[in-house]
């Protein structure tokens, strides 16, 4: 409910605000401007209700933060990618200075301040702080969207932000693996089964770790020729990926050989039962998607344990595509693979046929390193008959496992024994199949051997 009114050659208006009280203003303008007016009227009314939207009679004016927090929420509820990242950044970066700012005082003077204190701790990168106010410029934009301001504040240009550029200038060189440390990474075995499997599938078909931890076992068709077909639709729990956008990548042969042994022992020994079409190939060891925050420190790990250099997961992305094009691919057709088309129309509409796709993968030189040979120990020479038994018992003993690998199988056994159901048949572990007459066979030849040792030494 408004109004329009004249004093002398003035006008003035009046307008219900949201407690339902007439209030009553100057416009400037003279008679003969009725429909400016309405125009400033129409303004007034949509502030009003914006500030019921938020609660202004009760809440106090919208903040940056108030508004922040439910535009986050409908990103989320959008789908839209990368929430949890944008909510960090305006916790830890923009909040502490500009949380409580209304955010129709927001002036441009407030972010060149904002900028100035990030560039000036030096904590976060340059890239980072681009990408800081890159969020603000998109929060800003959706205000005016919404009416609830005129004009946005984010007007900064390159004097104020500065160069984009990483924090450390000779770091992205390095964030490479070489093509020996990629074959240690798929086949040593001071590496989990699990992790293996993660590392080849983003080293050696450049999916990220999202695709990774998004891919279903009905994602993987055997039975495409010349090589088998993965088909990266998912990224974590979404139903998209990053780019929106599904593509099909070859499947090298090595990395072929990692999957069907996963699939047909690593797999089965951490769910406790045969895998469905469903299920994500490369589960938790909680049986849930991967934490991409988990797998980066496990990285760290397993490389400070080979004796390797810190670097990404996604560094393991950059490494395929940099020796499929050393070992020759052509760049054009592994680009549709790594990334989908570009923009350009041409090349929207461009299928290349899946051989050509398999051949510039093949062409790929990495393979797994078969594992080393342990020798035997060496038995020193037996002159007593105790010092005899002694030897041929520790010669017969089993090495033991590496703590990896004690740690691999025990959470394999415990997963296995947690997800079994009643009336489900558990699955049969190798050391399971050996009846009680073998095992017992087994022990008496073993002493038999010992009895014959220990009257020679004699």
Known sequence: MSTIYKRGNKLYIGFKSSAGKWQYAATGLNAGQEREAKKLLGKIAVKIEVGERFNEA????????????GWLKDRERLGIRDVSTDRGRMENHVYPSLGDVPMAEVRPRHLIALIRELRTEGKIAPRTIHNVYGLLHTLFRDAVIEEILDATPCVLGKTQLGKKEDKNPEWRAQAIFTRDELEMLISTEEVPW?????YALQGIAGLRHGEVAGLCWRHLDTSAKPLARLVVARSYGR???????TREV??????????DSWKLGGWVELMGRQPKPDDALLPSREGRIRSRHHSRNKLLEDLARLGLRHRRGHDLRRTFVTLCRVDGARKDILEMISHNPRGNIVDIYTSTPWPSLCEEVAKLKVGQRKPEPTPPPETPQVREKTSALTTVLTTVTPPALSLVSKSW???????????????????TRRSEILSVSQRLASDASCFHKVGLLASHAV
């Open 194 to 198: 699990d992790r293996r499997v993660s």
């Open 250 to 259: 070859p499947v090298h042969p090595t990395l072929a050989a990692i999957l």
């Open 409 to 427: 199988k025990s959470h394999a056994i415990s997963r296995a024994s947690f997800v079994e159901a009643p009336g489900v048949e558990p699955f």
């Open 239 to 245: 139903a998209s990926t990053k780019t929106s956008r």
């Open 58 to 69: 009760t809440e106090g004016p919208i903040t940056v933060r108030r508004f922040a927090e």
